[in-house]
C-alpha cells in the first residue's frame, strides 16, 4: 500500500492531544505482517516520541493466515511490555463456540478454520462425522493453552475514547453506540457500509476488506484483506490528526 500524507480527522472530531493511537486491522494469522507492523510503531515512536501511545488491535486475529496460534502468543507478548487493547471480531467466536458446540465445525472450516485447527496440532479430516467433531472439540480444548482461553474471553466488544470508536465490523445506524449489540459490532456490513451519517463518535473498523483504507466523514474502515494481499494497515491517530504507517 503506497503510504498516505497525514491528514487531518474527518470534520468534528478528535481524541486527547499528545495520546497517539495504533490502529490494527485484521490480522487473520499472519504473524509476519504483525511483526513487521509493530516494527513500524516501535520506529516511528523512536522518530516521534510522545508522552503516551496505545495500540489497539480490531480483532480477527485468527483463521485463515497459517499462524494464528503465534499470533495471539505474540499478542500476549505484546501486552506485557505496551498500553493495548484487544477488540473482538467475529472469527474469535468460532473457536469459544467450537469446543460447547462442536456441530459448529462445518461452518467454522468453511471461514477458515482448519488453518487455525493446524496451528495448534489438529487436522480435521474431510467431511467430519459427529463423532469426529465431538473428538476435535476435546482436542482443540485440551491444545489451547489456559492463556489463550483467557485472551479470547476477555477480548472486548469494542473501545471509545473521546471522539473515536474501535470496533471489528461496525455499528448499527439509529442505535445509540453505548447500546449496540454484540452480534452488530462483530457481524454487521450493509447497513452501517451504506450510512452516511455522522454517528456520535468516528467509527474505527475493519472486518469487509477493502483495496485501500477507506476514509469516510463517519467511519475509517482499515481491513485491507492481510491474509491475502500481503498489506496489514495501521492508522495511528493524535488529537485531530492521522497518518498511516
Sequence with gaps: MQALPDQRLPSGFSSTPQLRF?????IHGRLDLLEKVNAKIDTDLRRRPCPRSVR???????????RSKEVIEYLLRLEEENDTVFVLGNHETFLT???DAPATLPMWLQ????????SYGI??????SEADQSRLAAEFAEALPASHLSFLQRLRPCFAFDGL?????GVRPGIPLANQSLADLCWIREDFLQHNEVFEKLVVHGHTPVRTPDIRPNRINIDTGAYATGQLTCLWIEGDR????
Design 22 to 26: 495504533y490502529t490494527v486491522g485484521d
Design 56 to 66: 489497539v488491535f480490531l480483532g480477527d486475529y485468527v483463521d485463515r493466515g497459517p
Design 97 to 99: 463456540i467450537f469446543i
Design 111 to 118: 471461514v477458515g478454520g482448519q488453518e487455525t485447527l493446524v
Design 123 to 128: 487436522r480435521p479430516p474431510r467431511n467430519a
Design 165 to 169: 470508536f474501535f470496533v471489528h465490523a
Design 242 to 245: 492521522m497518518g498511516f504507517l
